[in-house]
């Protein structure tokens, strides 16, 4: 290059290098503040999360020669902040017991999907990346931390005396709106049903329901991505197990929705998100830094519209596995059967027998949904219920948790003038199966003393 060739770059040259060196004496400062209470656990899961997660996720951040350059400092800091909003192990004893339990089964999670450590932080800190090995030590660990469901009476009178006082309650009126402006929507109860989900490892049960929109983006098999103006509604209790093992509804804790519109909640992945907790539904969740919760927990599901379940399958026909393929997480199939298709269906309530490994849904009719939710212990002329068992299957998004897998059969029990009905659907394609009238009294009995779920 000649001499005057040389110059022309001179100045352009020093510019940016002024220019670079300025932003060097503007930068922000990431403090490490002190731990008040750090993860125990044992060493070789403390390894991995401090490779993995510590730099960003607690105040023992360890920054690499290349992190102070601006402008990437100011990233690195925003992202820092962000994380330890999210989780901080060096503040971890401020969560309870059941808090430290959902973060790390929320990480494992990410982990597992590849959503944590980020990408782009991985490339540039290459120490940080999990190996499968590693996850399978953070899962063996994670399973001991399963605790099992035990028969706690103090639980079931909680949750009887919580069910009481929704019976004799008013309807709940003037709940306010999420602070992000999403109303309250009482009407998710009557809602068809998209799935359950047990998870042990909260140690808590799952009702999930959609509005019309969702359920036929789901029986078009069309949620990838899921339509503008499906709601989803997740409804989650107190797991409580009665004496022959089966794990109930317990005590109501809180209703969550997720609303698709994409324009409207852009800046989160399209899904608007808000929860209210307890029967009167007093104050909405939080406030706005829930929507970060749930965006960074529904991260892993980036490739499926960012929710967790595709829903129920309407078109499968006989029984065994849903028939779905593009199904991320496959789930229940409802059944056809001479009754089952001729109601309005709605969920009363669902349950699992962990030893058994099974899966139950009760439905009704409109006058056995309004019945049961009454408290009332005899059902009047007309009404039906339906209980649908469901083989249970590991959830594929979630470590420790069950969804319903292969159906296994239906009963139903009709209410008339003279005796109630009993039916009962199995076999490859839901034939009904002679009964024992003993044995249908029985199953009459069980299937009529199940309360039904609290739903505000």
């Keep these: 290059m000649n001499l005057l060739g040389q110059k022309k770059w001179i100045v352009p040259f020093g510019i940016c290098a ?46 690499k020669w290349f992190d102070h350059i601006s402008p990437g400092i100011w990233l690195v800091a925003s992202d820092v902040q962000h994380a330890r909003a999210a989780m901080n192990f060096s503040n971890w004893d401020k969560l309870s017991k059941d808090q430290q339990k959902a973060k790390l089964f929320e990480s494992l999670n990410q982990a597992t999907f590849g959503t944590m450590p980020p990408a782009q932080y991985t490339a540039l800190h290459p120490s940080a990346k999990l190996t499968q090995q590693d996850i399978a030590v953070l899962k063996e ?18 949750a009887d005396n919580q069910f009481a006082a929704w019976t004799h309650a008013a309807a709940v009126h003037d709940v306010q709106p999420s602070p992000n402006g999403i109303d309250y929507i009482p009407d998710y109860k009557n809602w068809e049903i998209i799935s359950t ?58 209703v969550g929705f997720m609303i698709k519109d994409s324009k409207k ?30 965006t960074s927990c ?28 593009d199904s991320v997480n496959r789930v229940a199939s409802l059944p056809k059967t001479p009754l089952f298709d001729t109601h309005g269906w709605k969920i009363i309530t669902s349950f699992t027998d962990r030893s058994q490994g099974t899966t139950y849904m009760l439905f009704g009719n409109d006058s056995a949904a309004q ?18 068992t469901w083989k249970s299957q590991e959830d594929e998004n979630w470590f420790g948790a069950t969804v319903p897998g292969a159906l296994q059969s239906v009963e139903q029990v009709t209410f008339s003038a003279a005796q109630p009905k009993y039916d009962r659907y199995e076999g490859p394609a839901l034939n009904q199966a002679a009964t024992d009238p003993a044995k249908a009294e029985q199953r009459v009995a069980y299937i009529v003393q199940q309360r039904a779920s609290i739903m505000p």
């Excluded at 999360?49 to 996720?57: T, V």
């Excluded at 660990?141 to 909680?158: D, S, W």
């Excluded at 998100?273 to 829930?290: F, I």
Aim: net charge negative; aromatic share 8%; charged share 20%.
């Design 18 to 63: 002024l220019a670079f060196g300025g932003l060097q004496l503007f930068r922000p400062t990431l403090e490490n503040p002190p731990v008040t209470g750090d993860l125990a656990a044992p060493e070789p899961v403390k390894a991995i999360l401090q490779k993995a997660c510590y730099d960003c996720h607690s105040n023992e951040t360890q920054l």
């Design 141 to 158: 660990y994670l399973a001991t931390q399963i605790p099992k469901t035990e028969p706690t009476p103090q639980r079931a009178v909680a």
């Design 197 to 254: 989900s047990d998870r042990p490892d909260t140690g808590t049960m799952k009702i999930i329901t959609g509005n019309d929109v969702a359920i036929k983006a789901v029986r078009d098999h069309q949620t990838n991505p899921w339509p503008d103006g499906s709601v989803l509604a997740k409804v989650q209790y107190e797991a409580s197990a009665d004496a022959n093992g089966a794990v109930h509804n317990g005590v109501f804790k809180q």
């Design 265 to 294: 909640y852009s800046k989160t992945q399209g899904w608007g998100y808000a929860k209210w907790n307890g029967t009167k539904l007093e104050q909405p969740y939080k406030d706005g830094s829930y929507q970060m919760e749930c």
């Design 298 to 325: 529904h991260a892993p599901m980036h490739d499926n519209d960012f929710v967790f379940t595709n829903g129920i399958d309407f078109s499968a026909g006989p029984l065994g596995a849903p028939s779905r393929s």
């Design 371 to 388: 019945a049961a939710r009454s408290g009332q212990t005899t059902y009047p002329q007309g009404a039906v219920l339906s209980l649908v």
